[in-house]
């Protein structure tokens, strides 16, 4: 793989900038046919989970696709799986730049990027033009949220909207309530505002697979910052209104890790290598708090194939990565791959 080559290039550059270039580029590649002839050949590994069959455990988490703009560059690195979003019911523009800063000493990102997207519609019309997804065999999870400006006591409405409009779309779809940079989020997490939530979306979930005849699994993400008691309460939650798989985790609000560290005290969520020990955590727990109930996907964090052995081994049957791929490239994916074969 180039991307050692090109690295240093992008980190010269602003994080979004580089972002937006390396996407538009893998775009061109995916098209010319060049992406798939350098993806590494990867090891059989497929597993079955939520009723969908896997190709391997190794899946793009959410946050860097987050208008579904770029799926088949994408799938041509040889995922087992995409997630993209979060998406939100209305178009925004998330927060003020700059808003994603690198801390290369520590292998993060502290991003408060805030939900920025082109709205479902716009997003839904970028899904149905891909070609990988479930029409062709390839498992792609759509992430919803709520707007900024939706207050807690609606937000159920704007979660319902999304998942009306990606439901047909979707081979599973990911209920974002743990993002740290859209204010008052994360409240949702909390017992009551939870058993509304979750009640409201399952019984949507019921209707819409009567309508369409198609089951569409759903997952609940959730954050890295939460005590055992709180983790063991949203686990029997999510048992007891039979949702489909749980995601830990987002990005932490704790920064003690990289205290010290130039952008350390930049508002947002940090990911990468400091949160792989608290969110593994998160998944231990979990684990032992599900007692096999439902399947957990273990994200934050992973830089290694050793990393992405320790989350299976705390309990995840599947993992995701983004900060690793920033830090490492493609090649993180053919690592993880090997090890987890």
């Given amino acids: 793989m180039l991307y050692p080559f090109f690295r240093p290039l992008l980190f010269a550059l602003d994080p979004e900038t580089a972002h937006d270039l390396t996407l538009a580029g893998l775009d061109a590649a995916a098209s010319l046919g060049v992406a798939q002839l350098a993806a590494p050949r990867l090891p059989p ?15 793009l988490a959410a946050g860097l696709d987050k208008n579904a703009a770029h799926i088949d560059g994408l799938a041509a690195l040889g995922f087992g799986f995409i997630e993209c979003g979060t998406v939100t019911p209305r178009a925004q523009p998330g927060n003020p730049r700059p808003r994603l800063f690198r801390l290369p000493e520590a292998e993060a990102l502290i991003n408060r990027l805030g939900f920025n997207n082109g709205g479902v519609d716009a997003f839904v019309a970028n899904v149905r033009r891909a070609r990988f997804g479930p029409r062709n065999g390839g498992i792609l999870g759509l992430n919803i949220g709520r707007n900024f400006d939706t207050p807690n006591e609606r937000a159920f409405f ?32 909390g017992e009551g505002e939870l058993d509304l939530l979750l009640g409201g979306l399952k019984g949507e979930q019921k209707k819409l697979a009567q309508l369409h005849g198609k089951y569409t699994p759903l997952v609940v993400k959730i954050a890295p910052d939460l005590g055992e008691e709180d983790i063991g309460r949203i686990a029997r939650a999510l048992v007891r209104h039979r949702i489909d798989g749980v995601m830990a985790t987002n990005t932490t609000v704790d920064h003690a890790a990289v205290a010290g560290l130039a952008h350390a005290t930049e508002e947002g969520g940090l990911s990468g290598r400091p949160l792989k020990d608290k969110s593994t955590a998160v998944v231990r727990s979990l684990a032992l708090a599900l007692d096999g109930a439902l399947p957990i996907i273990g994200v934050g964090g ?30 993180l994916i053919a690592e993880i791959a090997r090890a987890l074969a």
């Fill in 45 to 59: 590994s497929s597993v079955e989970v939520m009723g969908l069959k896997f190709r391997n455990r190794i899946g």
């Fill in 158 to 189: 704007d979660y319902v909207t999304c998942l009306r409009a990606v439901h047909g779309y979707a081979s599973y779809v990911t209920v974002n309530i743990s993002s740290p940079n859209t204010k008052g989020l994360r409240e949702l997490q």
């Fill in 302 to 331: 992973i830089l290694s194939g050793a990393d992405a052995k320790e989350k299976i081994a705390a309990g995840a049957t599947l993992v995701q990565i983004y900060t690793g791929l920033i830090f490492k490239g493609p090649e």
